[in-house]
């Protein structure tokens, strides 16, 4: 266990295998908080054993086929009724509870506090609290769902605990360096040029959208992030001559909130109106006709 282990062997060993010395660390967070837990309630421990193969590549293809043993889904026994009328796997029953081990997640959360923010990555500076338990859109916190077949396969209804959710973010990490290896050496560039695609180096400032806001209103990001999340209409009046935004109007309709369901039909009529102007200010007018009324 990398738990109970001094700094200097996690170093030996770091040098003996293919993962690095920040990776034995964060496992071994890992699974010293949930020793620590286990004071409290029976927590299960991964037995992951890190290749010694002498060549990197081929010591972490071991290490990715020990992984996918060792987090996928535990099946009940072919001869159990139980697998005929309540699922191939045993514990496949909701978000809160480890499709591998069966710990009880919200539990364990409950008991030792929230053991997957002190596993921190190494390269990112983020926790796996962070990569896998918010939604990367709204960045509300929701349940990781493991998967059938690990990376692949249908969507289940349980989870992985802090240990085993670790082991599958290297296994992401040790996937990626394998097919980035894969591409650099086995001519994939030549496929691609057979298939007719081809790669063309653009500037990267020439495809980042430039930001015209005024350093004095950077402070009122967050505040913005805020009505566009709550269906707030912000309405940008540009300048007809120059294109640039000239008014900014924020709008708070009773109307919206009253209903109860804060309905985005007032964003929608004023974006519509707003498109309505500018097709008006676009339009030629035309040119001014002589008049023969009341000549003889």
């Known amino acids: ?48 054993y890190p ?15 020990q992984a996918y043993r ?6 009940r026994s072919i001869f159990s009724p139980r ?19 069966g710990c009880d997640v ?35 916190n929701e349940a990781f769902i493991a998967r059938e077949n690990v990376t692949s396969g249908r ?19 040790w996937l990626k360096e394998d097919e980035k290896e894969e591409e650099e050496t086995n001519g994939t560039l030549k496929a691609k040029l057979r298939k007719g695609v081809s790669t063309v180096v653009v500037p990267i400032s020439s495809i980042k959208k430039k930001d015209n806001t005024p350093p004095i209103l950077v402070k009122y ?10 269906n707030i209409p912000v309405t940008h009046f540009a300048n007809s001559a120059t294109g640039a935004n000239d008014l900014v109007m924020i709008v708070f309709d009773m109307r919206q909130f009253q209903a109860g369901n804060n309905s ?14 500018q097709q008006q200010q676009n339009q030629i007018m035309p040119l001014p006709t002589q008049s023969n009324e009341g000549s003889m």
């Not at 010694?52 to 990715?64: C, G, M, T, V």
């Not at 990001?221 to 709550?230: A, N, R």
């Open 70 to 75: 060792l987090l996928k889904p535990l099946k």
């Open 51 to 65: 290749s010694r193969h002498s060549n990197p590549s081929k010591a972490r293809r071991q290490d990715i086929k």
């Open 83 to 101: 697998r005929w009328w309540g699922g191939k796997y045993r514990y496949n029953t909701n978000t809160m509870r480890c499709v591998v081990d």
């Open 106 to 140: 919200e539990y364990l959360l409950r008991m030792a506090g929230n053991i997957y923010e002190q596993v921190i990555d190494e390269e990112t500076g983020q926790s796996l609290f962070d990569i896998y338990m918010k939604n990367p859109v709204t960045g509300e």
């Open 221 to 230: 990001e967050p505040f913005f992030q805020m009505l566009k999340k709550d």
């Open 155 to 173: 969507k289940l209804k349980g989870t992985y605990c802090p240990e085993h959710l670790h082991l599958y973010h290297l296994l992401t990490k």
């Open 1 to 48: 266990m990398l738990g109970n282990k001094p700094q200097n062997d996690l170093l030996t060993l770091a040098a003996q295998t293919q993962m690095s010395l920040a990776q034995m660390q964060q496992q071994a967070t890992a699974q010293a908080a949930m020793s620590n837990a286990s004071s409290h309630i029976e927590v299960p421990q991964v037995n992951f």
């Open 264 to 277: 985005r039909l007032l964003f929608d009529a004023l974006a519509m109106h707003q498109s309505q102007q």
